[in-house]
């Protein structure tokens, strides 16, 4: 088989019987056309997460996959994407998370709960106003974008083209392999313009700091914690786009998934206490991010593969999840699963730091949409999902009420 097809439009809809013929027959795959390694059996992805002969810094995969001219023409946007949180390795990767994870701790994601309570109420009376809703487009996307953008502290009137900007570069860090070269373009302008507004938002803190983490982050630069402004805007840039695309699928994911099910919405409506652990089950089924990419540090067995130095590796995140091996009947949504550490936050050093404040968004959201239009159906136009290896999202979600 040629793996590609795992990630072509038409498997889209459903990769995993394929995941499954893949981690059942060959579960460290050389893939020829992609140039990497697919790991996909559970504990392989989780064993690969806290082994740090799996690196991070791993952008150069990226760029190799451009001709040389594109290379030189784009070398600014690698630059900037290796200052990407989760491109990083230690000790760099170490100072760098230490200046987010003072910021993203359970305690905010509960403080944020009801500015989230809010934003959700208003984007649900706007729908409320429409005959047939997309709750991709009018709930999933701009609820988390909302909320991540006040934690920078960027007003929602100035964000612009960020919903543009942040697909262009989700493309080029969430694809690996030709499709680089088609993206790359869009993801070079995109980037362009982001570090014109992070630098006109950091300029502007200069003058008037305010409480947000924008500000922090132009404080550490001018501490010397930060040691540049390109790490600045990179992690600044990887906070913005990680804190809500990723959210965004989990929701329209999950809303598909309780839509389809109308035993599932009966009990959700009845018991909201269940909401925890179906967002739970939700991320294991339908993981937002499906892949982790690593670059291998030197030469490493696996399952008699040798992984050489260099080589590029797909952890693959949504095939682990549904690996019968941890997780009987996989297929199956099931609330009352005994193991239920799902990979989809990753684990080990590069842990999300954003997972408390993605489950009280996914949860708040759930709970107040299926209170305030509980009969909403799903029109049965047919669904697409995004052409991106990594991110799992579908493009839209249209309900009838
Ligand atoms: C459902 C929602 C989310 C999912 C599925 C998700 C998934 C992930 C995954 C898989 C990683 C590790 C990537 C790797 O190691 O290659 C990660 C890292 C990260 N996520 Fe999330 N994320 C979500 C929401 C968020 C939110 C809301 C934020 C808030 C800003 C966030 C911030 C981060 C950060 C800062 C990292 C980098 C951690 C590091 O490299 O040390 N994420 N996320």
Known sequence: MD?????CAGRLADPYPLLADLREREPVHWSERLQAWIVTRYDDVLAALLDRRFANDRVSVNMKALPPDMREQYA???D???NWLGFTDPPKHTRLRGLLRTTFTPALAEAYRPAILAIVDELIDAMLGEREPDLVGGYAFPMPARVIFDILGIRDEDAGDFHRWSDDMAAFTGNIGPTLVEVAPRAYESYRALEEFIGTQVDERKRHPHEDLLTHLTQAEESGELESRVELTGLAVFTLVAGHETTASLLGNALKLVLEDDDLRAKLQAEPDVLP???????RLEAPIQLSPR???EDILLRGATIRSGDA???HIGAANHDPARFPE???LDLDRSFTRHLSFAWGPHFCLGAPLSRVETAVALERVLERMPDMRLTGEPLQWRENMTMRALTALRVGC
């Open 295 to 297: 670059l291998a540090g």
């Open 313 to 315: 590796v797909i952890l």
């Open 80 to 82: 900037h994407v290796s």
């Open 76 to 78: 600014q946007l690698g």
């Open 3 to 7: 793996d590609y097809e795992l990630f």
């Open 330 to 332: 996989p297929g199956a």
């Open 277 to 283: 652990a179906a967002v739970e089950e939700f991320l």
